[in-house]
Structure formats: structure tokens, C-alpha cells
């Protein structure tokens, strides 16, 4: 434990960001002035103070520090559970992308084909869409009678989450009765608000909470995504600690001295110069789904229709996720060659947390001999240079976030660096980074479909629609 | 068999596309007029009559109609590997993402965690990264006694596959002699050309063949991807067969009857309008890496820095992998309220193979009670046209492609659909669709890092790059 505070340590685990690849000195006249970034600075310095005069409100950001208790409370849990074999999470947007990529990142990559005595806990299962062939798929691989399922929604209300309990709760009920919901479900959700915790007190579930002001897609450092973790034996102490540690790293008001600023930065004189697209390339399958999290946070946050003074903006940045090195096979054909409408954060692993040696062999054919004596460290190493390289080469802006190593402190640091950095690219493009009234349409839309009580009037508009031209189907 | 020769029977499995949301009729002015579809009737004819002059040379489009005898081999190889418990595929790019799409779309969607007698073949294994942890957690879950490894690229010559080759044969020849190597390892290669070709004569390997004139990515109808598939209890026949179906669908020069044509001209419509996304949403796990898929073809084929003439022209649509309805709390706010940079492709399904009932519950609290009495299917089905009436209505284009159910045929039409979209696509752009040479620079320099006889001279271009700035990492 006391390792994350010896500052030795913790530098020796700081993630880097490296933008040499977006600037002008390397990129030349498709790459971004320094003089451009000091243009900005009135911007800057509006948005680091707004960050700091926002920041109580911001109730993401105390994470790291106020869960003591909670941090207690879960590892208890966890000890309660060594009877479960089957530990999955019903849940959707941030309640199921924060788990997804923390475990991704910090467990074995075929943890749920281990046996038992080789895993941290029990297998894991993420239930985030209602497609029924998948809720069939899951029931025929999992034993209800040694599962537990954690019910994560913070409005307490979402259809497909609550879909999901209705489905669940009889077949627990069926095998051991009502008394057995408790033993079966856990619930994290709000402390006050929606139905989820009427339901859980109800039934007596064990409850975490998930604190005010604090969003889905910001979540996964609260129990929506911490529970999870722990249970399947992620060190949840260290996933805190390195957020914590960026937090400090990214308080300065400085761009130059805080990577989640400057990278807002750049990200934001890349939009205005019309990269509309934001690629995310880890070069290691543990980080996979990290692209998957930060596609929700990126696009969710600064994807809006109007600005802070409700002028229509229509600001947003699409997020694309890629994998390095298979995606060099399937994207960067279009990445060197194609429109210079992107930019490319590339995340790196100085050590990977294994090797393998590729033996030498087939020395008669040298276009294959010379891989062998090689590491596939050294090979996916030498492909995310020669990426970097082609790109730049080609006129395109990218930077590399690179982590010492993948461990929960590390992952702690990268979570919250993509969390500030959201957060200030919302202040500069003015707009509010933490709702999300878009989705309301096709919510609304969906309980009309479904006849919920109360959406008449928009049952009436969709039938209204005028019918769809057979002419255009083929 | 012979059903698939009975017109109702395929009528009744036909992929539908409908694009009513394209379409000024239903989005207004931000809608395509039919009159502009009308305007571009003489590139839409040039491109129409360049597929059928260029049709000799696209040989990925006879695959349907001359593999008889080699689908009786691939059916006698999968008879002789009854004991085979973990089929592995090592290939990456057109060799990976077919055999995992195909896979997704049509095994159980736990396939992998079901005890063998419930499954159609062995495990399935596409190992299409590099990273040193990844093949270390693979080798951690197979047995290499049980395994065979299917070997696969068209060249003969991938570093990433040739590597995968080399760290396997000593494990297999440790185990067994070198006399083993037949009996676990398959090779997928070019006929003649390359090293793999040779390897596989040295040791006597069972061997399939790419045909010349068919690339990477539009190469999953043949061995690339159909051994695979065979191997894990797919009807093979039936795929090549709605395939074959596709091809009559697609044949007409008439875009007003040829869904593929004219998902290309609405496509080229909306790029000229600046949308330079293209989104693919499945409302379906099953069909969920159908979009990572088509990610390649679409980028790879359409990403170029030159036209047929050699004019630099930068074209390319960006590709984004959705899934619905999960995405819809992750990606739909920016897609309803962000730029207007993008279409989407939504894909359905009539009928699921499985249905999920939701029971009633929870009887006080109405806003959950609602969802009591609904299947899960009307939940995703309901979800699906509420996005598709939120999009349109935020003045969105996107379109649906309709499958009336997930099985080997209709994933045959829909992979033909694509390609021949694809195809006519880079006909409009008046590029070459084929080939990808923007991925040389990286490969080169790659190889120059790694030390491969023959880059010298890239390996001194590498070296004689400035030394990055400190100032610019943080």
C-alpha cells in the first residue's frame, strides 16, 4: 500500500503523453503551432479556472479520496462471495464499459476459460444489451444457483437493466424462494431516488450507492464500477491511488504542465481545423476495451446540440475504436492515405506483463528467418513505431499515451486522465460536457412503442408518421 | 439443399434494404432528393458497365458458383478432425475478421463455454494480435496436443502470422516429432507464390488455397474463411448459396433495382455532402462482428490517396463499429445531436433464433411494471425504431438492412451485399478498390526496426528522424 505515495514509485508508474506527432515540427504545416497554442491561452486559462470553480459540483473528481468506508464495505462483500462461480453485471452505458475495460486491462485475457484455482474470483459476465438470443445464450452457460447478479442503474429506471431483473428475479425465486433475493442480487444504484432502491429495500438487497454528481460514463471509480473489480480480484485500493495520483498531475492551470489539458487542447485546435474523427489505437489487448470506454465518455460528453448559452453548435467529435496491431490489417490504409479528417491517440505498454520468444526456424527462407531471435514484444513494439512513423510521415496528427506497465494504478491514472481531459475540452467548446438530453427522443419513442402509461401523445406522433415509400426499399 | 434453389424459399430469406430515412421524402432538406440519384445516372451507368467488364478480374465474385470440390474437401477435413478439442486460426486482418464475423453471426453466442457435446465443432481461436500477452493466455487455455492451428495468409509472408508460426512448430514438434506437424497444423495460403507454400510442402501440410484475384478482405467465402466456419458446424453450402443469391440480386445496372448499387450511390451522395463517417449498428449480438467486417472492407477498399489517373483525391469514409441497442447509451447523443458528418447503417432481424419473456413484477411501481408482459424481443425491436425515428427526426440519415433471420444463407447475401457495395462504391470514387498500398510505409519500417536484410536504407531514413522534444511529453 504505502508504495503509492513514495514519489519514486508513483513516477516510476506515470503515464506520458507524448504530442510530438501533432506539432509542427515534426508534421510541418499540417501539424500545430506552439504559436497556436499560446493563441488559445485566453480560452485556457477561462477554461482551467472554470475547472476549478466547477470542480465541487463535479463530484467524479473526489472519488479517489472519499471511499474509504466503501473500499471496506466492498472487500467485505468480496470475502462473503468465495461461493460464487458466476458474477454478472446487468447493466448498460457507463454501468457496463467502466467493468468491460478494467477487467479487460487487469485480468488474465482468458480469465473466463480459466479453471477456478486460477482465477482472482468468479468468472465475469457483462450484460449490457437486451438482444434475447444473448440472455438465452447466457442462461445456458450459467448456473442461477451459484450467480450473483449486480443490478447496476443509477436512475434506477432503465428499461433494459430493469428488464433484465424482471427476468432474473423468478428464476432465483423459483429455485429458493423470495428470502434467496438477497443472497443472489446486489443493486447499485441511487441512495434516494428512482426504483431501484425501493425494489432493493424491498427485498433486502445489499446496496451500494452511486453518489450524486456523479454521471454514468464518470462512474467507473465509484461501486458501478468498483464492485465488480474487486470481486474478481482487481486491487481497487491501487485503481484509487492512481487516479488520485493524476489528479495531481492534472491540476495544474498550465497546459504545458498537465498532459489531460494539453491533450484537450490539441484535440481542440484539431476539431476546428475539421478532424471530426478521433481514433483511440491501443497496442495491447488488455487496453481493448479502454477505446470502448472513452468512446462513450469523447462522444457522450461533447457530442451536443447547443452550447452553454443554448446557441446551436452542434459540436462533437466521433470516437473510433481500433487495436494495434490487428487494425494496421484493416484501418491504416485509410489512416495514411485517406482524408486528413482524424487524429489517432495511440496507448502504449513499456512492459508487457509477459513475452514470448519466436524461436529461430526456416532458415532456408530469409523473409521469415530473420523474425525468429526476435520477442513479440519487440515485434508489436517495432509495428506501433512504424505506425507512428507511416502516420506522420503521411501528414496526419496522433500522440501516444504510453503506461509504464498495465496495473491498477496505471489504469487508475489513464481513467482519470481521459475524465479531466473530457471535462476541459467541454469548457472549450462551452458546452455542458455532463448531460445528455439527446437520448431523451429515442427513450420516449421506445415507451410509446411499448405502451408505458403516460407517452399517448407520443404514441400519436409516431403513428402519424407518414408511411414509408416501398419504392425505397429493395 | 435443394430449398435453396426454391424461389419462395430464398424470397423469403432475402436481405431487404430500405432507406426511406435517406431520403428527402421523410428527413426534409437534409434528405437525398430522388432527382439528385436521377443526376448522377451517368457515372452511375459508367460504374454499372465497369462491373460487369471488370467482373473477370474480380474473382472473389465467382466463389459462390466454383468451389464445389473444394467444399467436399473441407467437408472430409472436418470429419477427420473429430478429436481435435481447440481449432486455432492464426491469421490477422481478411483472415481474422471473416472467420470471427461468420462465427458471431452463426454459433451459439457462448460457444466457447459450452461443454463440447453442445457444440458443433472444437473451441474456436482467432489469434489476429501480436501481443506477447495475448499468445501467453492463449497457450494458457489450450492443450497445443488437442489443437489445430490454421495457419493463413494469402502471401505467405505477414510477420505478425509467420511469427504465430513460428513460436507454434516447435511446441507441436516438441510434443510429437516433426511428423506431427501434419497432423496440427492447416495451411491457407497462395497456390504458388510465397513462403508459406513452401513451409506447408516441406512438412506435408493439408493445404487450401487462396485464388488469385481474390484479396484479404474479400476473401471470406473462400478457404480463408469457410474452414473455419465448417470445422465449427457451419452450413458452408448454405453460405455460398445466399451468396450466389446476392450476386442475382446485385446484377441489375438499374440502381432503382440493385440494393448494393444503390447503397453505394446514396453512400457517395452523403460523402460529397461531407460525411465522412459511416456508421454500422447491429441491433443484435449476433451480427455484432459483421460491423468489424465491414470496417475493413470500407476503409481498406475506399481509403486512397490517388484516383485511377493518378490525381491525388485523399477519399475515404471512416468506419465506426456500434451495436444496438448497448450503443444507444454510449454513442446516440452525438449521433442525434452532433455534426451532420455521418450516415448510419442499422442492421435487423425479423426473427431471433431464441425468445426471452419478461415476467410481470414489481406491480407498484408502474414505470418498471410496464415492461412486464413484453418479450425482450419487442423490447430491442421497439428500442430499434425509436433510434431510427430519433435520427431521422434530428434530420440524420441512416438507413436499415433487414435480415428475416440470422442463419448461413442470409449472412452469405449479406457479405456479398457488402462487397458488391463496396466494389461500386470505389467505381463512383474512380479509385482502385483492390489494393492497399498505403500500408507499405509502415510494413517497411517495421521490418527496417526489426532488423530485416534489405531495409538498410529505410532503417538509415529511421535513424536520421529528429529526437522527439522533451517539452512535448508531459
Avoid at 211 to 240: K, N
Wanted: aromatic share 8%; net charge negative.
Amino acid at each position: 500500500m504505502s508504495q503509492y505515495r513514495d514519489a519514486a514509485w508513483r513516477e516510476s508508474m506515470r503515464v506520458r503523453v507524448d504530442f510530438n506527432n501533432m506539432m509542427e515540427d515534426t508534421l510541418g504545416k499540417r501539424g500545430i503551432a506552439a504559436a497556436e497554442i499560446a493563441a488559445l491561452s485566453p480560452q485556457l486559462e477561462k477554461a482551467a479556472a472554470a475547472m476549478e470553480q466547477k470542480r465541487p459540483a463535479m463530484k467524479w473528481r473526489e472519488l479517489p479520496y472519499n471511499q474509504g468506508e466503501i473500499v471496506a464495505d466492498i472487500e467485505r462483500t468480496v470475502k462473503s462471495l468465495s461461493w460464487c462461480e458466476d458474477f454478472v453485471v446487468l447493466g448498460i452505458g457507463g454501468s457496463a464499459l467502466g467493468p468491460l475495460a478494467v477487467q479487460q486491462a487487469l485480468n488474465h485475457l482468458h480469465y473466463n476459460d480459466l479453471p477456478r484455482e486460477k482465477r482472482g474470483g468468479p468468472r465475469l459476465f457483462v450484460e449490457d444489451n437486451v438482444d434475447p438470443e444473448r440472455m438465452k445464450a447466457l442462461l445456458d452457460v450459467i448456473d442461477p444457483a451459484k450467480a450473483v447478479f449486480n443490478v447496476v442503474t443509477k436512475s434506477g429506471g432503465t428499461s433494459e437493466t430493469m428488464s433484465q431483473l424482471l427476468i432474473v428475479t423468478p428464476l432465483i425465486e423459483k429455485l429458493y424462494g423470495r428470502d434467496a433475493l438477497s443472497k443472489h442480487l446486489i443493486a447499485t444504484t441511487d441512495e434516494s431516488k428512482g426504483n431501484l432502491i425501493k425494489i432493493a429495500k424491498q427485498f433486502g438487497l445489499k446496496t451500494y450507492y452511486v453518489p450524486d454528481g456523479v454521471g454514468g460514463r464518470f462512474s467507473e471509480l465509484c461501486p458501478v464500477g468498483l464492485v465488480a473489480a474487486a470481486v474478481c480480484g482487481i486491487d481497487i485500493r491501487a485503481l484509487l491511488a492512481g487516479a488520485a495520483y493524476m489528479d495531481e498531475l492534472t491540476k495544474p492551470r498550465d497546459v504545458w504542465k498537465n498532459p489531460a489539458y494539453m491533450l484537450a487542447a490539441l484535440q481542440f485546435i484539431a476539431m476546428r481545423r475539421g478532424c471530426n474523427i478521433s481514433v483511440m489505437m491501443p497496442y495491447a489487448d488488455s487496453l481493448k476495451l479502454m477505446a470502448d470506454w472513452y468512446a462513450q465518455l469523447w462522444a457522450e460528453s461533447l457530442g451536443k446540440q447547443f452550447d452553454l448559452e443554448g446557441k446551436e453548435v452542434r459540436e462533437g467529435q466521433t470516437p473510433v475504436k481500433a487495436l494495434g496491431v490487428t487494425d494496421q490489417h484493416s484501418q491504416v490504409q485509410l489512416y495514411t492515405e485517406g482524408p486528413y479528417d482524424k487524429v489517432v491517440t495511440f496507448l502504449g505498454v513499456d512492459r508487457y506483463r509477459a513475452d514470448v520468444s519466436i524461436p529461430n526456424g526456416f532458415a532456408g527462407i530469409p523473409d521469415v528467418a530473420f523474425l525468429g531471435g526476435h520477442t513479440l514484444y519487440e515485434l508489436i513494439k517495432a509495428e506501433q513505431s512504424a505506425t507512428e512513423y507511416a502516420l506522420c510521415k503521411s501528414g496526419h496528427m496522433s500522440h501516444t499515451i504510453t503506461l509504464p506497465e498495465v496495473n491498477a494504478f496505471t489504469v487508475g491514472e489513464l481513467l482519470y486522465l481521459f475524465e479531466v481531459e473530457t471535462a476541459f475540452a467541454g469548457e472549450l467548446l462551452n458546452i455542458n460536457a455532463f448531460n445528455q438530453p439527446g437520448v431523451e427522443e429515442g427513450k420516449n419513442a421506445a415507451y410509446a412503442l411499448l405502451g408505458r402509461p403516460g407517452f399517448g401523445e407520443k404514441k400519436a406522433e409516431l403513428d402519424a408518421r407518414p408511411p414509408r415509400k416501398e419504392c425505397y426499399v429493395l
